[in-house]
């Protein structure tokens, strides 16, 4: 068994150590999935077979010695060496290759519950939701309340309440589901969408927009035009670059890209069922639904609720616009 659990515990750090380094695509879901039934499995064989042994083991060890001590003392020998605590103690304590899986068990299975179906932790690692969002902003993404989806398969098994406009979606990232995006949602279900002369419409209806000052974005040290914008209920801002230009180009044929037209204006698309429209806040700097196509419900992991810390302003920390 220990030869076999390092076996194990290598292929975890080799899986670990070459998603880091990029060699393969990690899964996150699937890792923790595997471990908590590894480690289960290992708990259970501890619960029920290897600390009865060892409890039997222990307590054998005393009668034997409570009997060697007497047999000793009929005889008139006295001042026995055996250290008897100590080698209960030996005889029980658990073996590392128990104490490195069944010992971590309650603690992954805690850890992949509440991943799977209350929060989740991601770092934005680009500049596409500038300004609401900035690069290494730790944010936490709600789980349950766009409905419970079963871990590593994603279907959902509860309805929760609907994705509104305006709210912040973490989703699989369609052309490459291994991949984890952040935007907002701008259409749903039966939307119609246009993204026209930088000015965004939803269902033939202009989306109010109110000038702010100009944001500097730090990440490239640039000042871009901002604005206010309201999409349902929801209020954020949006940066424009006057220097690009309105032309959408079609980097590639997406499905269900017939519900779309481009033009050097911009772009106009009717959102499939069961599908989302999804931009970022950083309207000329971010790939999304205007490039690459729709979201479909399966792909999405859940809503961006906070910032719970970045390290390099801590002022950040707080609720998702």
Not at 203 to 228: A, R
Request: charged share 20%; with cysteine; proline share 6%.
């Amino acid at each position: 068994m220990p030869f076999l659990t390092a076996l194990v515990l290598g292929g975890f750090v080799a899986y670990m150590a070459g998603w880091y380094f990029g060699a393969i695509e990690g899964n996150m879901a699937l890792l923790l999935f595997m471990a908590v039934c590894v480690t289960g499995v290992y708990w259970i064989a501890e619960k029920f077979w290897f600390q009865p042994h060892r409890r039997k083991a222990a307590a054998d060890f005393e009668i034997a010695q409570s009997q060697r001590e007497a047999s000793l003392a009929a005889k008139g020998v006295t001042g026995d060496n055996v250290n008897v605590a100590q080698t209960k103690e030996r005889l029980l304590a658990q073996p590392w290759w128990l104490d490195w899986t069944a010992g971590l068990f309650p603690v992954i299975l805690a850890v992949f519950l509440l991943r799977s179906f209350a929060y989740e932790p991601f770092k934005i690692p680009s500049g596409s939701m500038i300004p609401s969002l900035l690069i290494g902003d730790l944010i936490l993404v709600n789980k349950y309340e766009w409905g419970l989806r079963m871990p590593v398969l994603n279907k959902k098994i509860t309805q929760g309440t609907p994705v509104q406009r305006g709210e912040v979606m973490v989703f699989r990232y369609p052309p490459k589901p291994s991949v984890d995006y952040i935007k907002r949602v701008v259409g749903l279900p039966g939307d119609t969408v246009s993204y026209i002369d930088k000015k965004l419409s939803v269902n033939g209806k202009e989306i109010d927009h109110t000038p702010l000052p100009d944001f500097l974005d730090e990440s490239t040290m640039q000042y871009y035009q901002q604005f206010q914008e309201q999409l349902g209920t929801h209020t954020h801002r949006i940066l424009i670059d006057a220097n690009r230009p309105a032309g959408i180009p079609v980097l590639e044929d997406f499905p269900q890209s017939e519900s779309c037209r481009y033009s050097i204006e911009g772009v106009t698309c009717k959102v499939p069922a069961g599908h989302y429209f999804v931009m970022g806040d950083n309207r000329d700097n971010s790939a999304d639904s205007r490039f690459w196509g729709f979201v479909p419900d399966d792909h999405i992991v859940g809503k961006a609720v906070a910032v719970w810390l970045n390290l390099g302003d801590l002022k950040r920390i707080g609720r998702i616009e």
